[in-house]
């Protein structure tokens, strides 16, 4: 069994160095989901592609932008904003902060962000809220759940996440789309499924019973290496970074694992 926490990086993603560069990545990325939604009878518009620009620099955003990127997601509250502030000449683009969030730095994510996509505590959507308010501004957020069962990992325990859910419409700046997770890093595509599954079924089984104001249509799942399998089972948002910009230095453990 493959279970190399590093496999996920050393795949052979080139950079994208120009424009064409990005149309032709994008355009294959958007035929493979189109692919895995054939696969299982799915309709692809029903899921976004959220390209992760994390580590690249402002001048192949630009390049991306000018390819069409329309939305970026960003791991670091500190990285995203900056890049928001020096792209400020670009206002068609937004900002999706997809890593974890610590409570100090919700009034910055409250300024700039589009959306949240790791929203796994209570303390955070207070200061969200609270910050939003004062803003006059609202945000989309996902909640982020750890279905691999990594001690490691953000996001809440599955069977704590009912009551967050209920706890959520307090906090009338935060419009909640959805579910997030990261599935288990290996290379056993069999135990990566599993952590997609397990987020789908929850979604599933907490859609019956929620206030009126929690939406639970998203549930984003799946990047560079594992999204065709997320596709297959459900995701509506993919976040896919190395295999639209090419592959990065860094561990992705530097960015997830608490
Ligand atoms: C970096 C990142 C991704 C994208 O990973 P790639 O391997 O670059 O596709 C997805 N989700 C989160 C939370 C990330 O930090």
Request: net charge neutral; aromatic share 6%.
């Amino acid at each position: 069994m493959v279970d190399d926490p590093l496999s996920l990086v050393q795949q052979p993603y080139p950079e994208a160095r120009t424009v064409e560069d990005f149309h032709r990545n994008l355009a294959a990325i958007q035929t493979r989901i189109a692919d895995a939604c054939g696969r299982v009878g799915r309709d692809p518009a029903g899921v976004r592609l959220l390209p992760v620009s994390k580590t690249v620099d402002e001048a192949r955003i630009r390049l991306a932008h000018a390819a069409g990127c329309r939305m970026l997601g960003e791991n670091k509250v500190q990285e995203a904003q900056r890049k928001w502030e020096t792209l400020a000449d670009l206002p068609d683009l937004r900002w999706s902060v997809i890593g974890h969030l610590q409570t100090n730095k919700a009034r910055r994510v409250a300024c700039f962000a589009s959306e949240f996509q790791a929203l796994d505590s209570l303390r955070v959507a207070e200061a969200l809220d609270r910050h939003l308010q004062a803003e006059g501004r609202s945000l989309d957020v996902f909640v982020q759940v750890n279905t691999s069962a990594e001690a490691s990992k953000y996001g809440l325990h599955p069977d704590d996440v009912p009551a967050f859910l209920h706890a959520l419409p307090a906090f009338s700046a935060l419009r909640v789309r959805g579910l997030m997770t990261l599935a288990v890093l290996s290379g056993d595509a069999a135990r990566v499924r599993e952590c997609f599954i397990r987020l789908r079924t929850l979604r599933d089984r907490l859609r019956q019973d929620m206030p009126a104001s929690v939406a639970l249509g998203e549930l984003s799942m799946g990047m560079s290496g594992d999204f065709e399998i997320a596709v297959e089972e459900g995701a509506t948002v993919v976040r896919v970074g190395q295999a639209i910009f090419g592959a990065r230095a860094l561990p992705d453990s530097h960015y997830w694992l608490g």
